[in-house]
């Protein structure tokens, strides 16, 4: 079966850029979405189809997907982007979620 | 408001059965595809199946397959998920959450709040 696969953690200044990676064998021809949850809450959607913000979620967040990674970005990471980050994509019907990565910021 | 809220979880014995029930407002809810997820305490994120807005394809995941069986009613706006011969590992908080998309481009737009069903003797 498909297996995408995230670093357990990433930490990271408050100010500075984070980047989550996700892995997974050609990665960049399929969809991903990221999903950002914290800690007691449900998770909610950050990034959808590679690169794509809903509406409300902040211009500091992007995204990208090329190759065999995908990774989402945060420029200008804040205290309350704190929290597991899972990407998500699908492999023949069946929706894939990363391990996830647990973003600090310090 | 829109909103998802499951219902249906709670304590139940190994190779037991239990009805998951989500609920939705504010929005068509015939539009969408619709999923569970499910979390195990201290875990990630694990797919367990979806079903197409008119109820004519469903998946699962490997770990399921067999054993739970979703559907839907849309005229109650209403989402299940049957859970059959339930084992200590399907211990979890489970999410409802609606697609947007389809099945290979679709993302988890609105999640609910999540049910705890535990499995234990």
């Known amino acids: 079966s498909y297996e995408v696969t995230q670093p357990p953690s990433v930490s990271v200044s408050p100010g500075q850029t984070a980047s989550i990676t996700c892995s997974g064998d050609k990665l960049g021809n399929k969809f991903v979405s990221w999903y950002h949850q914290k800690p007691g809450q449900s998770p909610v959607l950050v990034i959808y189809q590679d690169e794509k913000r809903p509406s409300g979620i902040p211009e500091r967040f992007s995204g990208s997907n090329s190759g065999n990674t995908a990774t989402l970005t945060i420029s200008g990471t804040h205290a309350m982007d704190e929290g597991d980050y899972f990407c998500q994509g699908w492999d023949s019907s069946i929706a894939v979620l990363g391990g996830g990565t647990r973003l600090t910021v310090l | 408001q829109v909103q998802l809220v499951e219902s249906g979880g709670g304590l139940v014995k190994p190779g037991g059965s239990l009805r998951l029930s989500c609920t939705a407002s504010?929005?068509?809810?015939?539009?969408?595809?619709m999923t569970w997820i499910r979390q195990a305490p201290g875990k990630g994120l694990e797919w367990v199946s979806y079903?197409?807005?008119?109820?004519?394809?469903?998946n699962y995941a490997d770990s399921v397959k067999g054993r739970f069986t979703i559907s839907r009613d849309n005229g109650e706006k209403s989402l299940y998920l049957r859970m059959n011969n339930l084992r200590d590992e399907d211990t979890a908080t489970y999410y409802c959450?609606?697609?947007?998309?389809?099945?290979?481009?679709?993302?988890?737009?609105?999640w609910g709040r999540g049910t705890l069903v535990t499995v234990s003797s």
């Open positions: 959450a609606r697609v947007t998309g389809d099945y290979d481009s679709g993302y988890f737009d609105l």
């Open positions: 504010g929005f068509t809810f015939s539009d969408y595809y």
């Open positions: 079903i197409t807005s008119g109820s004519a394809y469903t």
